[in-house]
């Protein structure tokens, strides 16, 4: 909140104790007018030492503009939120802006936008100073709660497509999320500057699937910077601001949340109605529980702590919430003792994929909580329900959207936590029925629908059981598409099956975390391709490992690792041939013994690996 630079800061403690504290009280937010007489040195370093505290009563609701960018996957949202960020002076431009809005560690590693993030931009159109809150959004349908959530704290959206790729699964996706909110949405044309960028084909593509007129689509190249400031103008003119009021109690809606070490939660609020400052007494709708606000700010995106924060606009907010689960996603804030109506929040996540996950060492299952904790805080698509396992000891079992959901959660854990664990093979649920009726197709999908986008591009849609599609059907369509075809699911409800559980064996052992349930028709490929990649991925012992798998008492394939050979008469030269037999027999019985007694360690990684399908040839 006060800039310390050096020379600032050693002026400012020169200050009488008395007069330190009136400038602190009014750079915090605890007075509202600057102190008079205001010190010499504020005078003289006044734009240099409260240049990061904002005034934000100076944007009325109507001054307001709250929207998002929702696109597909590398449609190019992350690169536009750059250009935008620098249009608006809120960054320096430079050469290393790359994604300044994904934070993460492990989305600038994978290239890709998991976590939504917020920031507000100051644009100033015909003498006019807006503010402009923007979110930017995941594309991968892992993420799609992120933007569902996101949606609710804007009045519209960009809706970003590629000039080459064109409308692909997940930009219809997130084209309904943002009509059912019903929201103004401005269709962003990206890429222009591509070789093979075709932008009047994607221009009737929008207005035949999404009934947008062609003239509304504005074109752009976000890498290049080309025609970038015409999007800022549209937001302006084309998405209301938000209908609220000041002067209503203070209602603040929870839509995101982190957890900071030494700070305890923040919270990411959208305000509905009234003001809300340092000092003030809130109560959450959803615990009951009322603390003291200790800082609220604005995203920019780094924190920028102001006096206040106004209905319409959305920022942050900190006040001492220590525990995991006082911070509720979707939760409703309110003045204590000023009760509101609790805004809608938001429909639970349904988990699609569900995985048990282990300590390492069961000495760590206390840190190992913690971080669960505060990383599900981050990301409360997660459902965690505690689980035990004989071969694994205590851990739980998770919830996620899909696998790479499950894959990400998995490296934040062991980059942002330091965390190792056991990750156990992913299942979808069941539920068993007396009978079925049999579906008849390679993945048992039932078609739809059929739609022509295009002379070039179909939309289809079938009806998929979701243990088929969950774990490799993305990466299948990606290689026999050459990666031209995209895909988006949702839940259809559950449907009767043919199926049987199938149970691997290790030397007669059933390991609890490969037990899978199957397809009657499939069971015996599926049984036989796990058990040959098994037999790739467990290092040889001293003794003969048999794979089995097995449905009920029956075994239907079956793998062996080899053990180790040693010669035991390579230092026998002649001699009683009895002599030779005892040694054999005794290497015999001890390879028995070990095969009874010896541990078979699976590796960690191979519970994903051995259910990825080959190709089918």
Not at 557 to 578: F, H, M, P, Q, S
């Amino acid at each position: 909140m006060f800039v310390r630079t050096e020379r600032t800061w050693c002026l400012f403690v020169r200050l009488k104790r008395s007069c330190r504290a009136t400038v602190l009280s009014y750079l915090s937010g605890q007075t509202e007018k600057p102190p008079t007489p205001f010190p010499t040195f504020l005078r003289q370093y006044g734009s240099e030492a409260i240049k990061d505290v904002v005034d934000m009563s100076q944007f009325p609701a109507e001054n307001i503009r709250n929207f998002s960018i929702i696109a597909h996957v590398d449609h190019g949202k992350s690169t536009l939120a750059d250009r935008l960020l620098e249009i608006t002076g809120t960054i320096a431009k430079t050469a290393q802006n790359k994604q300044v809005l994904d934070k993460l560690q492990v989305e600038r590693e994978r290239g890709i936008t998991v976590k939504a993030q917020t920031a507000s931009l100051f644009y100033n159109q015909e003498g006019t100073n807006y503010l402009l809150n923007l979110i930017d959004t995941p594309g991968h349908v892992d993420f799609s709660y992120e933007v569902s959530r996101s949606l609710s704290a804007c009045q519209g959206v960009l809706l970003v497509v590629d000039a080459n790729e064109g409308i692909q699964a997940q930009t219809v996706a997130n084209f309904y999320l943002a009509f059912e909110a019903q929201l103004s949405i401005i269709p962003v044309i990206n890429k222009i500057d591509l070789k093979n960028a075709d932008p009047e084909r994607v221009e009737k593509q929008i207005e035949k699937v999404f009934d947008i007129p062609q003239e509304d689509c504005i074109r752009i190249s976000a890498k290049l910077g080309t025609n970038v400031e015409r999007i800022l103008q549209a937001v302006i003119e084309r998405i209301p601001p938000p209908a609220v009021s000041v002067h209503d109690p203070l209602k603040a809606l929870v839509f995101d949340s982190t957890f900071d070490h030494y700070r305890g939660v923040i919270a990411n609020i959208a305000l509905f109605g009234g003001e809300v400052r340092k000092g003030r007494k809130i109560t959450s709708a959803y615990t009951k529980k009322t603390y003291e606000v200790n800082e609220v700010g604005i995203l920019t995106p780094s924190e920028r702590p102001t006096h206040k924060l106004y209905a319409g606009q959305v920022g942050y907010l900190i006040a001492g919430m220590k525990e995991i689960t006082e911070a509720q996603i979707g939760d409703t804030l309110y003045f204590h003792n000023q009760p509101v109506e609790p805004l809608p929040g938001f429909k639970s996540a349904k988990s699609m994929v569900f995985a048990g996950m282990y300590p390492i060492d069961q000495s760590e299952y206390g840190n190992l909580k913690s971080a669960i904790e505060k990383l599900t805080l981050n990301d409360s698509s997660v459902t965690v329900h505690r689980d035990s396992s004989l071969a694994l000891g205590a851990g739980w079992r998770l919830g996620f959207l899909g696998l790479l959901h499950m894959e990400v959660f998995n490296q934040r854990l062991e980059q942002e936590y330091n965390a190792s664990v056991i990750l156990t093979a992913p299942t979808v649920p069941y539920k068993a029925v007396l009978s079925s009726a049999k579906l008849i197709k390679s993945r048992r999908a039932v078609q739809k629908d059929l739609v022509y986008i295009d002379d070039h591009r179909i939309m289809m849609k079938y009806l998929f059981p979701l243990n088929e599609i969950v774990v490799d059907f993305y990466d299948a369509l990606k290689s026999l598409s050459s990666g031209y075809a995209s895909f988006d699911y949702e839940d259809a409800g559950y449907q009767a099956a043919d199926l049987v559980k199938m149970e691997i064996l290790l030397n007669g052992n059933a390991v609890e975390e490969l037990i899978t349930i199957v397809h009657k028709d499939k069971v015996y490929k599926e049984g036989k391709a796990l058990c040959e990649r098994l037999r790739d991925i467990i290092p040889r012992q001293l003794f003969e490992i048999a794979i089995q798998a097995a449905v009920g008492s029956k075994i239907i394939a079956r793998e062996t690792v080899k053990a180790y050979r040693k010669n035991v008469l390579a230092k026998c030269y002649g001699g009683d041939i009895t002599r030779k037999m005892k040694l054999l027999k005794r290497q015999a019985e001890g390879k028995k013994k070990l095969r009874k007694i010896g541990n078979v360690e699976v590796p960690r990684d191979a519970f994903i690996t051995v259910l990825k399908r080959q190709p089918d040839k």
